[in-house]
């Protein structure tokens, strides 16, 4: 069965820190894994998609990457900005595209100005 | 990116009461939409796959009579939480993916408080 484990839990920073969000899984047969973001009380922002054939993605000041046959995937972001305070899930495709989605618990990033 | 929308956003009802969840992809067509549940400072949890035209497939400890999922046309999934008690209240979130694409898209949620 597959698991996702995100690490820190929660993580406060002061504006302008560069952080790292750590997430694994078990079976490092996926598909795919993606970065989320969501606010409080509201839906989730896709972020990155990693295919299993990638290593990493990047976009703005964001970089995702993934080491398939160790189970990781790190999401790097420079610069932090208040406006970065959310959870970032990350969560991995089960088998094939199309299919749902298995989610870590999250990461719950604190930024101060 | 693709579109996806909930309605309600937000729902109260009483406990015995049913409560219907519409999620619709705005601009292109789903073959399949994926319901979940997520209670506070928890992870989302997949309560069941629909498939446009057939039966949903739940999960396991996802009670089907519960929780009854329609998905009639292309761009609508409904969730119908049937007699809810204050334990089903919770926030739902469907997604879906553009067919054949790997990137799901999700909506805002609809957040459940029963009384």
């Known amino acids: 069965k597959q698991e996702v484990t995100q690490i820190p839990a929660a993580l406060s920073v002061p504006e302008g820190e560069n952080l790292v969000l750590n997430c694994s899984f078990t079976?490092?047969?996926?598909?795919?894994l993606q970065w989320f973001r969501q606010d409080p009380g509201k839906g989730l922002t896709s972020l990155l998609l990693?295919?299993?054939?990638?290593r990493e993605q990047t976009s703005g000041r964001l970089n995702a990457s993934l080491d398939k046959s160790s189970g990781r995937s790190t999401l790097y972001i420079a610069a932090s900005q208040p406006g970065d305070s959310a959870t970032y899930l990350c969560a991995v495709n089960r088998v094939q595209a199309g299919t749902a989605l298995i989610f870590g618990k999250g990461t719950t990033l604190s930024v101060s100005s | 990116g693709a579109v996806v929308s909930q309605h309600p956003s937000r729902v109260i009802c009483k406990s015995g009461t049913s409560v219907k969840i519409e999620c619709r992809s705005l601009?292109?067509?789903?073959?399949?939409m994926f319901w979940y549940r997520q209670f506070p400072k928890k992870s989302l949890m997949l309560m069941a796959t629909?498939?446009?035209?057939?039966?949903?497939?739940?999960e396991q400890g996802v009670e089907k009579d519960k929780f009854l999922i329609n998905h009639a046309s292309l761009t609508l999934s409904t969730l119908t939480v049937t007699s809810a008690h204050p334990e089903d209240s919770s926030f739902y979130i469907c997604?879906?993916?553009?067919?054949?694409?790997?990137?799901?898209?999700f909506g805002p949620g609809t957040r459940l408080t029963v009384l």
């Open positions: 629909s498939n446009e035209g057939s039966k949903a497939t739940y």
């Open positions: 601009d292109f067509q789903a073959t399949t």
């Open positions: 079976d490092s047969a996926i598909y795919n």
């Open positions: 990693i295919q299993s054939s990638q």
């Open positions: 997604s879906a993916a553009l067919p054949g694409g790997n990137e799901q898209f």
